[in-house]
């Protein structure tokens, strides 16, 4: 299973396309924290020391970068013929979406290692240096991969539907957005009350903001182990029903 998580890996790493995706979703968020002055993101017009944008803008630049990285995960093989050959392999359907999935995971976190930076040049420019919150900012790291993997895991889904690479997108995009802001906007059709925050609390808004307060809550974690757990065993069965 190491080997065709490396193979996922190289894959894409081996590919311009790879490179073009991370350094895109780079220079997209560092242009709106530190570069357009107007930008409601912008760090250093705020006047304030924090990671604030960073973590509100992040999340909505996955949902372009996370279906970018998995649409040719089982798109590509399907189409190409190759996905036969990859089932005839001493491995189980399940094993080959874990390590399908773990290579999506650890492209994800290659993209979002570059912006520990931003924590040490915030660490470096506050008043006196080290006057941050650190253990909001962390909270929100953690959120933050919680948050990809789970559109890894639902772009992974995405992947195992379509032969054709853009319908993958486009099916990726749409869940992740469904599960981002989808409930959350359906939350305010049902008003104030115990039905709302259930749906709500649904979606991975609610879970993504709690830990970005820096309390890491196993509630949480469990919902996103929960969410990716289920779409991995829909890409299985999915994969599995080749066979039938």
């Not at 960073?54 to 089982?74: E, N, S």
């Not at 390590?99 to 930076?117: E, M």
């Not at 991975?204 to 309390?215: D, I, T």
Request: hydrophobic share 55%; glycine share 8%; proline share 3%.
């Amino acid at each position: 299973m190491f080997s065709l998580i490396l193979k996922e890996i190289n894959g894409f790493l081996n590919s311009l396309i790879g490179y073009i995706v991370i350094i895109v979703f780079l220079l997209t968020i560092g242009l709106f924290l530190w570069i357009f002055p107007d930008s409601s993101f912008n760090i250093p017009g705020a006047g304030y020391a924090n990671l604030d944008s960073l973590f509100a803008l992040t999340p909505w630049v996955y949902l372009l970068l996370v279906p970018a990285i998995t649409m040719r995960l089982f798109s590509e093989e399907k189409k190409s013929g190759t996905i036969e050959l990859l089932l005839t392999r001493p491995l189980t359907e399940m094993q080959v979406v874990t390590a399908k999935y773990l290579a999506g995971v650890v492209l994800l976190i290659f993209s979002l290692l570059p912006t520990l930076i931003y924590y040490l040049s915030i660490y470096r420019i506050s008043l006196p240096a080290g006057n941050i919150d650190s253990g909001s900012i962390w909270g929100s790291y953690i959120g933050l991969l919680l948050l990809g993997s789970g559109f890894v895991a639902i772009g992974l889904f995405a992947s195992s539907l379509a032969d054709n690479q853009v319908v993958a997108f486009i099916i990726s995009f749409f869940f992740c957005l469904v599960f981002f802001r989808g409930f959350e906007s359906m939350a305010g059709l049902f008003g104030l009350g115990k039905a709302s925050t259930l749906v709500f609390n649904l979606g991975f808004n609610a879970h993504y903001l709690s830990l970005s307060r820096g309390v890491v809550d196993t509630r949480d974690i469990v919902y996103f182990l929960s969410v990716i757990l289920f779409f991995l065993f829909l890409s299985r069965m999915v994969i599995e029903s080749r066979k039938w």
